[in-house]
């Protein structure tokens, strides 16, 4: 497996690997500079976790382009892709734009305008309550901070993260990889060149995933503990604690249609 490490990655945009590798990080936090080429400003999705060297690396990347940043924004409130935010607004000077915090707030159908770029607010509730996600049209490509990744799967982290939702995110997603989205840029692992095929894979995880949540619980399986010994053995243990929260959202989905 060829490790990510981010780069230059379309026309308009450039990936910042956050040093924050682990089980739910994957290779880190992927920090995204969105800029369309000669613009002397830049938006970046994510700042990230706060760690000043990362912080300051982003920084470097917009000044060497002879630009500055003017806007950021958030795909969630999870810390590592949100934490260096009010320490990256005092290096930049930037306005940061989340949803649900102010009157800056991002929602859904919003277009933000800046650094010569335009991106189309997609609201995709389910990995988190807050989650976005955002069409790029120059580069046919869309942000998904941690709805979809660029490898496994995510997790629907409940209570907050809903499975309902998350199922009817997936179909929107799909919905605009046939309307001109061929690329993914995730929150976390590399590229995704064909949009489509990922999220239909994702949607069908989760229908195979939620058969057989029904089936434990059919074969006698007591609570979230007893599902995840039948179901995600095959998970690594040290992502068991994500696989908890994506199977009390299962039982809950499941518990709603009862």
Known sequence: MTPWAGGEITPHATCVLAPNPGPMTLDGTNTWIVMAPGSTAALVIDPGPDDESHLQSVCRVVADRGARVTTTILTHA?????????????LTGSVVRPIGRGHADLADGSVVRAAGVELRVVATPGHTADSLSFVLDADHALLTGDTVLGRGTTVVAHPDGELAAYLDSLERLQALTGAGVATILPGHGPVVPDASALVAYYRAHRAERLEQVRQALADGADGVDGVLERVYADVPRDVWPAARLSIAAQLAY?????
């Open 78 to 90: 999870h810390l590592d892709h949100s934490a260096g935010a009010p320490r990256f607004a005092e």
């Open 254 to 258: 499941l518990a709603e249609r009862q």
